[in-house]
């Protein structure tokens, strides 16, 4: 079955740090990846996808993820945060053939200290 | 401005009550879908449709029922049958019926009291 783990449950950086959050995945075929950020309170924002081709894909906000197929992995990454990104983050999965059933990570909070 | 709108924000349900909460858009989306938040849990879908007058379940259906008799709405029915509805309601929607890209309201926390 499809999964999505996502390691860090809380993470905490320093204004200006780069950032570093995890995502692996398990999923037979090439998956779709999907990166999606929330706000307290809030509903959920795309920040980028991955459905082939060059494996590092730019997302909005200065986001960017790498896929990597030997690692089952898509992290994704900024160079350096800024306060206003402290939210939820979640990661998903969907199945090749239709996107309805996204299945998502459990998210990685993160504080942002000035 | 175009958008998902969830109503209400906050709402409260008593012992065997049955209780819906609105989702509209005025995207004028194909796709819609009911997902639930709980603390330190990713979203689960619960309900879905891709056109009106048709909708799936999704992995956590029991307890919930939906209707999609519009284009622009996809209520959620939240039944006594659902004996731990205390969660987070998320409502989304998608241009095709894949489902590429969902576009969310902003929620409805549900509690029992």
């Known amino acids: 079955a499809q999964s999505v783990t996502q390691p860090d449950i809380h993470i905490t950086v320093s204004e200006g740090a780069s950032l570093e959050l995890r995502c692996n995945y398990s999923?037979?075929?090439?998956?779709?990846l999907f990166w999606y950020v929330q706000s307290p309170g809030q509903g959920l924002q795309l920040l980028l996808k991955?459905?082939?081709?060059?494996?590092l894909v730019q997302g909005i906000k200065g986001f960017e993820a790498e896929f990597k197929r030997s690692q089952s992995s898509f992290n994704l990454r900024k160079p350096s945060v800024h306060w206003s990104d402290a939210a939820e983050y979640f990661c998903?999965?969907?199945?090749?053939?239709?996107?309805?059933?996204?299945?998502f990570g459990a998210g990685t909070r993160l504080a942002v200290h000035p | 401005d175009g958008g998902i709108t969830q109503s209400p924000k906050y709402l409260f349900r008593k012992e065997g009550q049955n209780v819906t909460l609105s989702c509209e858009q005025n995207?004028?989306?194909?796709?819609m879908y009911w997902y639930r938040q709980d603390p330190g849990q990713g979203l689960r879908l619960i309900y879905y449709?891709?056109?009106?007058?048709?909708?799936q379940k999704g992995d956590i259906a029991e307890g919930y029922s939906v209707s999609r008799e519009k284009k622009e709405s996809f209520p959620l029915t939240v039944t006594s049958a659902q004996k731990n509805p205390t969660a987070f309601y998320l409502c989304?929607?998608?241009?095709?019926?894949?489902?590429?890209?969902?576009?969310f309201g902003s929620g409805t926390q549900l509690s029992v009291l």
């Open positions: 989304a929607s998608s241009m095709t019926r894949s489902g590429e890209k969902l576009f």
């Open positions: 999923y037979g075929a090439t998956p779709y």
């Open positions: 991955y459905f082939s081709g060059d494996t």
């Open positions: 998903a999965v969907a199945h090749s053939g239709g996107y309805n059933k996204l299945i």
């Open positions: 995207l004028n989306h194909d796709a």
């Open positions: 449709s891709q056109i009106v007058n048709d909708f």
